[in-house]
């Protein structure tokens, strides 16, 4: 089956950008997701792209795909406290039910 | 707007007790899922319900048990609680597009 990827922990600085980085295995994945997870509290869907395309920018958030390497990055531009969270990457493969979700890789904002 | 809600928050329960976690979603959502969160592991997939009448077993079944009572309703039951259940316990649900799962706040579940 899938099998998503991602390591575990990210230190940056307020104001600088953040790159979170994905791997995926399943070729056929159609959507891939990245989830924000604050303490406490449940997985929200932060922004989604389609497998046919390279790149997606919502706001402060840009994600790039690279569907030959099975590579997905999530970019944070100008960083704040209020970023700092555990993201999941997800790719869905098959049905809607077939969503394989990464271990988390939890982001530390440093002021 | 509610969302996906999950009842209890917070749980303790002793080795061989049973207890049903609910969850209701308000979204008119088709599929229901159960998952539980731990320490490195990411989310692993317990049971789900693509529609009302139907569950299938996920990842990690065993153990637990699953009624989808209505469209809105999906329960998750333990029979005889273990201390490897103890976890983080999320339900979430979707509807017929691209748009991703909605997730309950969880239960955080511990078994001494």
């Known amino acids: 089956g899938e099998d998503v990827e991602q390591s575990l922990f990210l230190s940056v600085r307020e104001g600088d950008s953040s790159v979170i980085n994905c791997t995926y295995t399943d070729s056929s994945s159609t959507y891939l997701y990245w989830y924000k997870q604050e303490p406490g509290a449940g997985l929200q869907l932060l922004t989604y792209?389609?497998?046919?395309?390279d790149m997606k920018q919502d706001q402060r958030l840009t994600v790039l795909l690279n569907k030959k390497d099975k590579h997905l990055s999530l970019r944070i531009a100008d960083t704040q406290t209020g970023d700092s969270a555990i993201y999941f990457c997800a790719a869905r493969s098959g049905g809607y039910q077939k969503v394989t979700f990464g271990t988390g890789t939890k982001l530390q904002v440093i002021p | 707007n509610a969302g996906v809600t999950q009842t209890p928050k917070f749980q303790v329960l002793k080795t061989g007790q049973s207890m049903t976690l609910q969850c209701a979603q308000d979204m008119n959502h088709n599929s229901m899922y159960w998952y539980r969160q731990d320490p490195g592991m990411g989310l692993r997939l317990i049971y789900y319900s693509a529609s009302e009448g139907t569950t299938d077993k996920g990842e990690v079944p065993n153990g637990y048990n699953v009624s989808r009572l209505n469209k809105r309703e999906f329960s998750l039951r333990l029979e005889s609680a273990a201390p490897s259940q103890t976890s983080v316990y999320f339900c979430a649900s979707s509807g017929r597009d691209a748009y991703g799962y909605t997730f309950g706040s969880g239960t955080r579940l511990t078994v001494v």
């Open positions: 792209i389609f497998s046919n395309m």
